[in-house]
Nanobody, 113 residues
Framework: QVQLVESGGGLVQPGGSLRLSCTAS????????TGWYRQAPGKQRELVAT???????NVADPVKGRFTIFRDNARNTLYLQMNSLKPEDTAVYYC???????WGQGTQVTVSS
């Protein structure tokens, strides 16, 4: 059984940083295409960043230059480093293996003064 568990969300002031983590069981992140997505209230879920099996990353334009996706194969953990956070980054963030439709439960990120 595949489980993805996100952590690291919280309340942060504009300009601050957070690092989200996603640990997996039942699947190896090193062998699948993975990504982070987010959903703000009243909006559709959107792609934030992805990483391929080979480690190539892609980051959505709204967060380019501020967010970084990376993984630790030894810990089987996916990360999203978020810097220079803005109020519009407020959302529930989800870890996913999208091709297999595996999703975590989400972690809330709130950017507010």
């Amino acid at each position: 059984q595949v489980q993805l568990v996100e952590s690291g969300g919280g309340l942060v002031q504009p300009g601050g940083s957070l690092r989200l983590s996603c640990t997996a069981s039942g699947i190896s992140f090193s062998g699948v295409f993975t990504g982070w997505y987010r959903q703000a209230p009243g909006k559709q879920r959107e792609l934030v960043a992805t990483i391929t099996i080979g480690g190539r990353t892609n980051v959505a334009d709204p967060v380019k230059g501020r967010f970084t996706i990376f993984r630790d194969n030894a810990r089987n953990t996916l990360y999203l480093q978020m810097n220079s956070l803005k109020p519009e980054d407020t959302a529930v963030y989800y870890c996913s293996v999208p091709h297999d439709e595996y999703w975590g439960q989400g972690t809330q990120v709130t950017v507010s003064s």
